[in-house]
């Protein structure tokens, strides 16, 4: 539960690793990713809910600087303070600088967006999602081209900022 809040710390000494670490989780940014997983999987996510008190927070910060190992970046007292109030708050530690944005809740916008389409085959190419590292463009489609009928292979779908238009059909 710490270790969302300590990878946010060194993720500026350990670009290398972070960029490792966040594409396997599937996600732009290592330590916010780490965080989103716990949460979502329904593990404690600050170190008050693990009954640690407030007032505690300054001698741990005195008990692990008082003597020094390896980490990537500096330690600091202040700075560790400074983690683990966040972590016992359970904050969503702060992207890394210069790591993309999250934009899956507007790709999951975007994609539902789709469900409207007219054209079933498109449809089923735009909202079935691939598989972790699939590109578009292998994806697999369960009814072939061949299966289509006539009306179904040439209706056309337009996307438009406000969603899908097809014929006969206004986007949302």
Request: aromatic content about 4%.
């Amino acid at each position: 539960m710490i270790l969302p809040h300590a990878m946010a710390y060194n993720a500026p000494a350990a670009r290398e690793a972070m960029d490792r670490i966040a594409p396997a989780l599937g996600v732009p940014d290592a330590p916010t990713g780490l965080f989103d997983l716990i949460r979502r999987t329904g593990g404690p996510t600050s170190l008050r809910d693990l009954g640690m008190a407030e007032a505690d927070l300054d001698r741990a910060a005195e008990l692990a600087t008082a003597q020094s190992y390896p980490n990537p970046r500096e330690l600091t007292r202040t700075c560790l303070a400074d983690l683990l109030c966040d972590a016992w708050r359970g904050r969503r530690p702060q992207a890394a600088a210069g790591s993309a944005p999250d934009l899956r809740p507007l790709t999951d916008e975007v994609v539902a967006s789709f469900d409207g389409c007219a054209n079933p085959r498109l449809r089923q190419l735009l909202t079935d999602p691939p598989a972790l590292g699939t590109p578009w463009s292998d994806r697999k489609v369960t009814k072939p081209q061949s299966q289509l009928s006539s009306q179904e292979a040439h209706m056309p779908c337009r996307v438009t900022l406000s969603g899908i238009s097809s014929p006969g059909h206004e986007g949302k």
